[in-house]
T-cell receptor, first 112, second 115 residues
Framework: QKEVEQDPGPLSVPEGAIVSLNCTYS??????FMWYRQYSRKGPELLMY????GNKEDGRFTAQVDKSSKYISLFIRDSQPSDSATYLC????????????FGGGTRLMVKP | GAVVSQHPSRVICKSGTSVKIECRSL??????MFWYRQFPKQSLMLMAT?????????EQGVEKDKFLINHASLTLSTLTVTSAHPEDSSFYIC???????????FGPGTRLLVL
């Protein structure tokens, strides 16, 4: 079993839909949780950064962390075709800048 | 802020040649940089951790004599693929630790094709 599980998709939604992306993990020591967006043939771009449990909102994006369930989510409201990309969750146990454990990524397609 | 660049973005070379990839943090200093490799439709695979002024730490299975890493300054790390072979063809991505979140910020990647 992988340390971080993420549905590879592809997830196809119509423009304007609310998107829910999720990761589950097994290491209870993880404290720092990040979501990266990666467009094809580009490097990952940091979208959201969360420490411990709770919610964080930034524009159309909301990150949720439930440490008791070892489950994190990224919600995208009013999805746009430009949101079409692969979304990678990443987490770390002691410091967000240290070694990250990545999920396999979910490919999202938003259709106009 | 927290911009990381990589050069070159794409390189095609003949088998047996060496290729150097540069990773720079443009607006912050990074004591730690990371090098990843990514195959199509797969997640990132950490190759090594590069600390300024010291030897890099390589992940299990990564040949340190083949993938030479130098972190000579707080804004520059280089990865040299020595005697490249077709199986080394891949997408190489660096990241630098820093920025407001003190997390990893990634470069745009370098696509290497070895003929």
């Amino acid at each position: 079993q992988k340390e971080v599980e993420q549905d590879p998709g592809p997830l196809s939604v119509p423009e304007g839909a609310i998107v829910s992306l999720n990761c589950t993990y097994s290491n209870s020591a993880f404290q720092y949780f990040m979501w990266y967006r990666q467009y094809s043939r580009k490097g990952p771009e940091l979208l959201m950064y969360t420490y411990s449990s709770g919610n964080k909102e930034d524009g159309r994006f909301t990150a949720q962390v439930d440490k008791s369930s070892k489950y994190i989510s990224l919600f995208i409201r009013d999805s746009q075709p430009s949101d079409s990309a692969t979304y990678l969750c990443a987490m770390s146990d002691n410091n967000a800048g240290n070694m990250l454990t990545f999920g396999g990524g979910t490919r999202l397609m938003v259709k106009p | 802020g927290a911009v990381v660049s990589q050069h070159p973005s794409r390189v095609i070379c003949k088998s047996g040649t060496s290729v150097k990839i540069e990773c720079r943090s443009l607006d912050f200093q990074a004591t730690t940089m990371f090098w990843y490799r990514q195959f199509p439709k797969q997640s990132l695979m950490l190759m090594a951790t590069s600390n300024e002024g010291s030897k890099a730490t390589y992940e299990q299975g990564v040949e340190k004599d083949k993938f030479l890493i130098n972190h000579a300054s707080l804004t520059l790390s280089t990865l040299t693929v020595t005697s490249a072979h077709p199986e080394d063809s891949s997408f190489y991505i660096c990241s630098a630790r820093g920025g407001w979140a003190e997390t990893q910020y990634f470069g745009p990647g370098t696509r290497l094709l070895v003929l």
